[in-house]
């Protein structure tokens, strides 16, 4: 069965609220009213199924220790505002290294961090502290330790090399987990009940390479209240001639889309063998599913999407439609530019392949999972670079703005337009593909490097669905397309 997460690249829900009962307590954060009488326990797991090892990148391992989780009722509280619960005391005393890329302990869950009860209310954020690289002599540790002197968060590649996963202050300061990357709304903790919160870690979209080869977390993490019996949304993916598994790579999105309507990836995990993947534990609510691969001799299929589909949904099998005559998928490859007024601009920026389908009378923009192009005889492996850094000059093209940083970027796509499935009382019946241009959004998001995805620059976000000679942005099966510029400016 496929692991269940991204990225995340798995990240989930949590919470209602209660009725108050009693004196309310007013707290500082930005937030009042939303804590009651009574106590209430919670318990706290973490998944992450890994889209990016091998063949389908080079991480083999990402180890992670964590020495604490918390929680508050404030939207807006910052990292030293009063008021945080800790929701796992017991890693104050024995801290968790976990391998992210591991399997899971049960079906859905990769690792149990603990429980607490703490006051009824209905909590706006989460945060997950980690053991620093270089403790103090009195911080605890863990008694093992994977990283092998390379700090106590790292990485392994697939040469088995470890590398040490710099955390700059997120150590002391967490790993946040913002309202708005809690699906289906804060945290409800009831007075004299239980409530089971699971936190993804979207570990295949929080790492980003330096150019000194360094690896630093911008991590990308959602959190969740889940049911107690695991329910999640399961498929099987078919060649839609043979009805058998693909023979290759096949990757699948968990999507719901963000306040600008964009379905943004919530988890993303790899099909196995037979083609079955089982996302979970998820929370209640409706969700998109896209599924992307590429079959024997790097033969693309189409992306396929299933909207509006709810937790506890097995959609059965999911037919992906060969593209007939490609030897490979469409390649986009761009650049990406940051200034500062007159000086150059540090930012870390995540790149998207968007396509457009149909969602009733409307349209939808669906984001879709990048992959990789296998190696073959005569040409290297291509990786999709959806995460990068934009922190040095000595790599800016032809036209660049002057005084700018510079970074080039690479994604991986289907050169076909999107099938989509549509819920029947007799099943889901997919649409063909249709013909003729395969258009492409390239969309950039800019984010201060290691805030744990504080936006910057203005805007913030720029989407770009021309060409480099201002021509629409089209896939073309095993051709390589240059993508128009992005330039961010104004950033800090």
Same mark, same amino acid.
Request: net charge negative.
């Given at each position: 069965?496929?692991?269940?997460?991204?990225?995340?690249?798995?990240?989930?829900?949590?919470?209602?609220?209660?009725?108050?009962?009693?004196?309310?307590?007013?707290?500082?954060?930005?937030?009042?009213?939303?804590?009651?009488?009574?106590?209430?326990?919670?318990?706290?797991?973490?998944?992450?199924?890994?889209?990016?090892?091998?063949?389908?990148?080079?991480?083999?391992?990402?180890?992670?220790?964590?020495?604490?989780?918390?929680?508050?009722?404030?939207?807006?509280?910052?990292?030293?505002?009063?008021?945080?619960?800790?929701?796992?005391?017991?890693?104050?005393?024995?801290?968790?290294?976990?391998?992210?890329?591991?399997?899971?302990?049960?079906?859905?869950?990769?690792?149990?961090?603990?429980?607490?009860?703490?006051?009824?209310?209905?909590?706006?954020?989460?945060?997950?502290?980690?053991?620093?690289?270089?403790?103090?002599?009195?911080?605890?540790?863990?008694?093992?330790?994977?990283?092998?002197?390379?700090?106590?968060?790292?990485?392994?590649?697939?040469?088995?090399?470890?590398?040490?996963?710099?955390?700059?202050?997120?150590?002391?300061?967490?790993?946040?987990?913002?309202?708005?990357?809690?699906?289906?709304?804060?945290?409800?903790?009831?007075?004299?009940?239980?409530?089971?919160?699971?936190?993804?870690?979207?570990?295949?979209?929080?790492?980003?390479?330096?150019?000194?080869?360094?690896?630093?977390?911008? *991590?990308?993490?959602?959190? #969740?209240? &889940?049911? %107690?019996? +695991?329910? $999640?949304? @399961? =498929?099987?993916?078919?060649? /839609?001639? !043979?009805?058998?598994?693909?023979?290759?790579?096949?990757?699948?999105?968990?999507?719901?889309?963000?306040?600008?309507?964009?379905?943004?990836?919530?988890?993303?995990?790899?099909?196995?063998?037979?083609?079955?993947?089982?996302?979970?534990?998820?929370?209640?609510?409706?969700?998109?599913?896209?599924?992307?691969?590429?079959?024997?001799?790097?033969?693309?299929?189409?992306?396929?999407?299933?909207?509006?589909?709810?937790?506890?949904?097995?959609?059965?099998?999911?037919?992906?439609?060969?593209?007939?005559?490609?030897?490979? *998928?469409?390649?986009?490859? #761009?650049? &990406?530019? %940051?200034? +500062?007024? $007159?000086? @150059? =601009?540090?930012?870390?920026? /995540?790149? !998207?392949?968007?396509?457009?389908?149909?969602?009733?009378?409307?349209?939808?923009?669906?984001?879709?999972?990048?992959?990789?192009?296998?190696?073959?005889?005569?040409?290297?492996?291509?990786?999709?670079?959806?995460?990068?850094?934009?922190?040095?000059?000595?790599?800016?093209?032809?036209?660049?703005?002057?005084?700018?940083?510079?970074?080039?970027?690479?994604?991986?796509?289907?050169?076909?337009?999107?099938?989509?499935?549509?819920?029947?009382?007799?099943?889901?019946?997919?649409?063909?593909?249709?013909?003729?241009?395969?258009?492409?959004?390239?969309?950039?998001?800019?984010?201060?490097?290691?805030? $744990?995805? @504080?936006?910057?620059?203005?805007? /913030?976000?720029?989407?770009?669905?021309?060409?480099?000679?201002?021509?629409?942005?089209?896939?073309?099966?095993?051709?390589?397309?240059?993508?128009?510029?992005?330039?961010?400016?104004?950033?800090?």
């Amino acid at each position: 069965m496929a692991r269940n997460s991204r990225p995340g690249t798995f990240l989930l829900a949590l919470v209602s609220i209660v009725a108050i009962a009693g004196i309310i307590v007013s707290c500082s954060g930005g937030s009042s009213n939303n804590m009651v009488s009574g106590m209430g326990t919670v318990n706290v797991s973490i998944s992450d199924p890994p889209s990016c090892m091998p063949p389908n990148g080079q991480f083999m391992h990402v180890y992670v220790t964590v020495r604490s989780v918390q929680a508050h009722i404030g939207a807006t509280a910052g990292d030293s505002t009063s008021g945080w619960q800790e929701l796992a005391p017991q890693l104050a005393s024995a801290p968790m290294q976990i391998d992210l890329f591991s399997k899971p302990q049960t079906t859905c869950i990769l690792a149990r961090l603990g429980s607490a009860s703490l006051p009824a209310g209905s909590y706006q954020q989460i945060r997950l502290l980690l053991v620093s690289n270089s403790p103090a002599a009195s911080d605890t540790i863990p008694a093992n330790n994977a990283c092998a002197g390379n700090g106590f968060n790292c990485v392994v590649l697939e040469d088995s090399t470890i590398h040490e996963l710099q955390l700059s202050s997120q150590a002391n300061t967490g790993l946040k987990i913002p309202p708005g990357q809690i699906v289906g709304g804060p945290l409800q903790v009831t007075a004299g009940q239980s409530v089971d919160l699971n936190i993804d870690f979207n570990a295949c979209a929080s790492i980003v390479q330096e150019g000194n080869g360094k690896f630093r977390l911008k *991590p990308t993490l959602t959190a #969740g209240q &889940v049911s %107690a019996n +695991n329910s $999640g949304i @399961t =498929g099987k993916v078919v060649d /839609s001639v !043979s009805n058998a598994p693909i023979v290759g790579n096949v990757q699948v999105a968990i999507e719901q889309p963000d306040s600008t309507g964009v379905d943004r990836i919530v988890m993303q995990g790899v099909a196995d063998s037979n083609g079955n993947f089982n996302f979970c534990p998820l929370p209640t609510g409706m969700f998109d599913i896209v599924v992307v691969g590429i079959g024997p001799a790097n033969v693309p299929y189409n992306a396929t999407t299933v909207l509006n589909v709810p937790n506890g949904t097995n959609l059965g099998a999911i037919p992906l439609v060969a593209e007939v005559g490609a030897t490979a *998928p469409a390649v986009f490859q #761009g650049f &990406v530019t %940051a200034t +500062n007024g $007159g000086a @150059t =601009g540090t930012i870390d920026v /995540s790149i !998207s392949a968007l396509q457009t389908v149909a969602s009733g009378a409307a349209t939808l923009q669906i984001t879709i999972p990048l992959q990789t192009i296998p190696a073959t005889n005569t040409n290297p492996e291509v990786d999709s670079t959806g995460l990068i850094s934009v922190s040095a000059n000595t790599n800016c093209p032809t036209g660049a703005p002057a005084n700018s940083n510079c970074a080039p970027y690479t994604l991986v796509v289907p050169a076909s337009n999107p099938s989509e499935g549509i819920f029947s009382s007799s099943g889901f019946t997919y649409s063909t593909p249709a013909t003729g241009d395969v258009l492409f959004t390239a969309d950039a998001r800019a984010a201060v490097p290691s805030s $744990g995805g @504080t936006p910057d620059c203005m805007p /913030s976000e720029q989407m770009v669905s021309k060409d480099a000679t201002a021509a629409p942005l089209k896939a073309l099966p095993a051709t390589t397309t240059n993508v128009a510029e992005i330039d961010f400016s104004g950033c800090t």
